[in-house]
């Protein structure tokens, strides 16, 4: 295990299994020295862990819980990454993390949601982890998840 794992395992968490793909498409491609992953739903063992929209008050998935939700898309995002780099540890720089938002019309809270995603990278990674990021208010997402995350990061050769 390298120092990215060690710090993952340090927050109780590892890199899991690369979630399957839900269409036609691969979870990470390398393009010379960049890496782009595909968007990553909140996927635990094969599920997604939760649906429906993001917003305030009963019938919603809490910002709180979609923060969450982010980060465990953040750490699927790992694991594509590791599944065509090998070691985490040649991640030199994350460069781009967009995040999606299946929000509430009234929400406006999606930089808060995405900041899960943020804030995993930057403690997996540390200085390297610091990036350009949007965050996006979508009306729907693949399977009705609450959050998608995406991430492109600059490798060493």
């Known amino acids: 295990m390298g120092a990215v794992e060690d710090r993952l395992a340090e927050l109780g968490l590892s890199v899991p299994e690369v979630a399957a793909p839900v269409a036609v498409y691969v979870p990470a491609v390398v393009d010379g020295s960049r890496v782009f992953t595909s968007g990553q739903l909140p996927m635990v063992s094969g599920q997604l862990a939760e649906t ?3 917003g ?15 980060q465990i898309c953040a750490l699927n995002a ?3 990454v590791k599944s065509v ?4 540890d040649r991640v030199e720089r994350v460069v781009k993390v967009v995040g999606f938002v299946a929000s509430d019309p009234s929400f406006t809270g999606q930089p808060g949601v995405v900041n899960g995603a943020s804030e995993l990278l930057g403690a997996a990674f540390g200085d390297a ?6 965050a996006v208010g979508v009306s729907v997402l693949p399977l009705d ?6 991430i492109i990061v600059h490798v060493a050769d």
Do not use: C, Q
């Open 56 to 70: 305030e008050g009963d019938g919603f998935v809490s910002p709180e819980r979609a923060k969450e939700l982010a």
């Open 78 to 80: 790992i694991a594509a």
């Open 129 to 134: 982890g610091v990036h350009a990021r949007s």
């Open 85 to 88: 780099v090998g070691d985490l």
């Open 145 to 150: 998840a609450p959050v998608e995350v995406e």
């Open 52 to 54: 429906g929209k993001v």
